[in-house]
């Protein structure tokens, strides 16, 4: 083990490779900060620099880039409720109104912090247990999977538990949305009405944009806002605020939750950065003892989304590196960009070659150092961007909104729907529905019918086989537990006054 | 009130056009597993019956209220909408996504910026210009330059007006 964290260290302190990773770390952050170039896209984007590089050294710079957009995708989250990644939607739900309350350097700062801390979590979990790890991580089956997703969307109730009709209703919806396109597994099309441009189904990125952004560009077209990112006058003087110590006592739970949480969803095939931040917050929002303030600018809303994502981002390294088999997108991108180099991944990369563990290992650890200094800095600049009048800024994120959504399949077509988001996500807010919830249903949609569906098609049809398999079973309950909480704690409250 | 149940009402009316549609157009399944179908309209009558308990919420809610009542549907005013900003606002956008492809991103973005700036509250003409000329050229150069998308030209003497301006930068 010694001998691992030694040559990772070796890795990434030489100058060429530190030097390299600083800039992969601040690619990232700004890829992570636009809007519509998810995770997986800034990967994608650092690709071409790597042709040049030794494989390993491919590896620690591409893993800089990964870790880093996640984190970038926080900046633009809570300073102007755009989320830069999907994984970052959680954080505009107390990121945003803590920056419209003058502590966005407050929030910045527990964002970045909680971030490094579950990078660092999953990197040291990746670099202890991979293999273990990876084995658990493949029991997970479409029963099991399906599972982790009901789990995800039994938690639709904590996001606003004021409106749990509307909030399920607005979740359903977003279910309903993600079953727009081809059927994911015997490829009939389904509310496609003979539209191609359908078969696709409904693109994510477009419309969480839309109902984030230009939803709230809309809201201020009617009442502009001045956002005053700090107390001080105009943000002069704007500082990311770390974390004191009492903050950071006071929600230690959340993070070591959150840490586990985002490491084993990463793991999972399939999950992701997205599900994973989705879980963290919902399931705070439903046990934490701050929870009343949630959506409403707690720092625990902050921390549980913003240290899951970055540990799911570690996690999803766990089976490529162990396996071969890429967690996610922006693995399975990795992963091409080292057989591109001649690189063979698979099961016995680690053991015939352990200098690549090694150098993931310590450039996620390196980079979460380095991402929180980078993105102090970059940070103050997009602080600048606030002093801005709305009726400038206001259209100018409408254009970094627009050219988001264009830029993922070059298509127009994604604009008009992120536009129309965004007009729904106004008559959302209007009637009290909750966009959160549509698109936590939108997110889980897809991974919930097809492993399902899978699940009962193994079964050869028996949907009781499928929900009695042990580890189903008991997601399920937790899913049922977590249900009839708020029911019971309701009714055990009352008993008293009824007596009395 | 009566809007929201008028929102619900549509959700409702179209939710259900879309379970019969489903049903319709899908062929069943043969075999162990389920249609293509089943899911959709599972999550369909979940809605349906959910919009109809919110409805039903909603109007008592809103009964308890002396001013509620149907008539109010009556006093909606669609011209102060159509004139107020929202609309306006929601007008642009929508007129700024539909004509990207035809007008071409520069000429579209720059006309856009102007308009929804204006709409906004901006007043003063040489603001408007200047910061619509930066803007459009600032997203330009980040995305079709930095990130190499290829970002739509228009069509007819709209593109050789697009290329043109390219050209120059």
């Given at each position: 083990m010694l001998d691992l964290l030694t040559t990772g260290l070796q890795i990434v302190f030489s100058p060429g490779t530190f030097l390299l990773i600083l800039a992969g770390t601040v690619l990232g952050i700004l890829f992570g900060a636009m809007p519509g170039v998810s995770a997986s896209m800034s990967v994608a984007l650092a690709v071409p620099f790597t042709y040049a590089m030794s494989p390993v050294v491919a590896i620690a710079f591409l893993v800089a880039v990964y870790t880093a957009s996640i984190t970038g995708g926080g900046i633009t989250a809570i300073l102007f409720k755009i989320p830069g990644t999907p994984s970052n939607a959680p954080t505009t739900f107390d990121g945003y109104p803590m920056a419209q309350q003058g502590k966005a350097g407050k929030a910045l700062g527990v964002s970045l912090i909680c971030s490094a801390i579950g990078g660092t979590v999953s990197a040291i979990a990746m670099l202890l247990l991979a293999p273990q790890l990876a084995s658990v991580g493949l029991r997970f089956g479409p029963s099991e999977l399906f599972a982790v997703s009901v789990l995800g969307l039994s938690v639709l109730t904590?996001?606003?538990?004021?409106?749990?009709?509307k909030t399920l209703i607005s979740g359903l919806i977003g279910l309903f949305l993600a079953t727009i396109g081809m059927d994911p597994l015997l490829g009939i099309p389904r509310f496609t009405w003979g539209n191609p441009a359908m078969l696709g189904g409904v693109e994510m990125i477009p419309v969480l944009i839309g109902l984030f952004a230009i939803t709230e560009v809309l809201k201020q077209t009617v009442k502009p806002l001045k956002l005053d990112p700090t107390s001080s006058k105009a943000g002069a003087d704007f500082k990311t605020k770390l974390l004191t110590l009492?903050?950071?006592?006071?929600?230690?739970?959340?993070?070591?939750?959150?840490?586990?949480?985002?490491?084993?969803?990463?793991?999972?095939?399939g999950a992701g950065a997205t599900i994973a931040a989705f879980l963290s917050y919902s399931t705070e929002a439903k046990i934490s003892p701050n929870r009343k303030q949630f959506g409403h600018g707690a720092i625990e809303g902050?921390?549980?989304?913003?240290?899951?994502?970055?540990?799911?981002?570690?996690?999803?390294?766990?089976?490529?590196?162990?396996?071969?088999?890429?967690?996610?997108?922006?693995?399975?991108?990795?992963?091409?960009?080292?057989?591109?180099?001649?690189?063979?991944?698979?099961p016995i990369l680690h053991r015939t070659q352990p200098e690549f563990l090694s150098a993931v290992f310590a450039s996620m650890m390196l980079t979460n150092v380095l991402m929180v200094i980078c993105s102090m800095a970059i940070a103050k600049v997009f602080n600048k961007v606030l002093n801005v009048p709305y009726s400038i800024l206001g259209p100018l994120i409408v254009l970094f909104a627009a050219m988001g959504s264009f830029a993922l399949k070059g298509s127009t077509s994604d604009v008009v729907l992120m536009i129309v988001a965004g007009?729904?996500?106004?008559?959302?807010?209007s009637f009290k529905f909750s966009a959160a919830a549509l698109v936590l249903g939108l997110v889980l949609g897809s991974l919930t019918e097809a492993n399902l569906r899978r699940a009962i098609l193994l079964a050869g049809g028996d949907l009781l086989a499928v929900v009695s398999k042990p580890i189903t079973a008991a997601l399920l309950l937790t899913c049922l537990a977590i249900l009839l909480a708020p029911v019971l704690s309701g009714m055990i409250k009352k008993k008293p006054k009824v007596t009395a | 009130m009566a809007l929201e149940l008028l929102f619900n009402a549509g959700l409702v009316v179209f939710f259900t056009y879309a379970y019969f549609f489903i049903g319709a157009t899908v062929p069943k399944a043969e075999g162990p597993g389920w249609g293509a179908e089943v899911w959709p309209q599972a999550?369909?009558?979940?809605?349906?019956i959910l919009l109809g308990v919110n409805m039903v919420m909603v109007y008592r809610g809103g009964g308890k209220t002396p001013e509620f009542g149907f008539g109010k549907l009556r006093q909606i005013s669609l011209t102060s909408f159509v004139q107020g900003k929202l609309f306006l606002g929601m007008a642009a956008l929508f007129v700024y996504a539909m004509s990207l492809q035809a007008a071409g991103f520069i000429l579209s973005t720059f006309v856009f910026f102007v308009v929804y700036a204006r709409i906004v509250g901006q007043k003063h003409t040489k603001t408007l210009v200047v910061s619509a000329f930066v803007a459009t050229f600032t997203v330009y150069f980040v995305f079709s330059r930095a990130l190499g998308v290829m970002l739509p030209r228009g069509y007819g003497i709209l593109r050789d007006f697009a290329i043109f301006l390219e050209g120059l930068l």
């Open positions: 904590a996001l606003d538990s004021d409106n749990v009709i009492q903050e950071a006592w006071s929600i230690r739970w959340t993070v070591v939750r959150a840490s586990i949480l985002g490491t084993l969803v990463g793991i999972l095939p902050i921390a549980a989304s913003e240290t899951a994502n970055n540990a799911a981002a570690g996690g999803s390294m766990v089976p490529l590196l162990a396996l071969g088999i890429p967690g996610g997108t922006a693995a399975a991108v990795m992963m091409s960009a080292l057989v591109l180099q001649g690189v063979q991944v698979g007009i729904i996500g106004v008559a959302f807010a | 999550i369909l009558i979940a809605l349906i």
